[in-house]
């Protein structure tokens, strides 16, 4: 079964500091993988994707982090505040976006003041 | 904004009877999906739909069915509900993303509760 595990489950840092949140996958056909962002009470919110011909993309304070022989890639907030506090998801899918996600499980991430 | 609208955002049912949740979807996208959220399993597929009455099941399909008879309206239905399924449901559809090719977009949930 296609699997995206991820870690830590929580995280707690402090403001201005880094979060980094890891994932890996075992299905070598995805080529597509997001991440998003989800606060109390609201969808899920895309942040932020990779497609694997590119090892980093970074957009504003987040970036991605791709290793496609390890099949891993992580999510970096630079300069974490206190209103990325939230659950980020990673996922993964086929077929450039007409597939279906696998999520990771979650991280709650908290950043303190 | 993808354009979804949940309904009913919010509702309380007993064991054993029928609850459809409905999505609704203004910019005529072809995939549409329905996902659950629970505390340690993240989000889950149930069923999804690639066109007007075009569906397939997902990883937690059991107890569920969908239907899609417009490409706007996208109903998921649990003829007998039961207690595992209080959850969160959130729809999705998939959309072109800010770069190139398609990115899932989620409505923002319909909490429902099994008593």
């Known amino acids: 079964q296609q699997q995206v595990k991820q870690s830590p489950q929580s995280l707690i840092v402090q403001k201005g500091g880094i979060s980094i949140i890891n994932c890996a996958y075992e299905?070598?056909?995805?080529?597509?993988f997001p991440w998003y962002q989800q606060f109390p009470g609201k969808g899920p919110a895309l942040l932020i994707a990779i497609r694997p011909d590119v090892s980093e993309k970074k957009e504003g304070r987040f970036t991605i982090s791709f290793n496609k022989s390890a099949k891993q890639f992580s999510l970096h907030i630079m300069d974490s505040q206190p209103g990325d506090s939230a659950t980020y998801f990673c996922?993964?899918?086929?077929?450039?976006?007409?597939?279906?996600?696998?999520f990771g499980k979650g991280t709650m991430l908290l950043v303190s003041p | 904004d993808a354009g979804i609208t949940q309904s009913p955002r919010h509702k309380v049912t007993e064991t054993g009877t029928p609850v459809t949740l409905r999505c609704h979807q203004t910019?005529?996208?072809?995939?549409m999906y329905w996902y659950r959220q629970d505390p340690g399993h993240g989000l889950r597929l149930i069923h999804y739909s690639y066109g007007v009455k075009d569906t397939d099941k997902g990883e937690v399909s059991d107890g569920y069915s969908v239907s899609r008879s417009k490409t706007e309206d996208f109903l998921l239905t649990l003829e007998s509900a039961t207690s595992s399924q209080t959850s969160v449901y959130f729809c999705?559809?998939?959309?072109?993303?800010?770069?190139?090719?398609?990115?899932?977009?989620f409505g923002e949930g319909s909490w429902l509760t099994v008593v």
């Open positions: 996922a993964a899918t086929s077929n450039s976006g007409y597939s279906t996600l696998t």
């Open positions: 910019e005529n996208h072809r995939y």
């Open positions: 299905n070598t056909a995805f080529d597509y």
């Open positions: 999705a559809i998939s959309a072109p993303d800010r770069g190139r090719g398609n990115t899932i977009y």
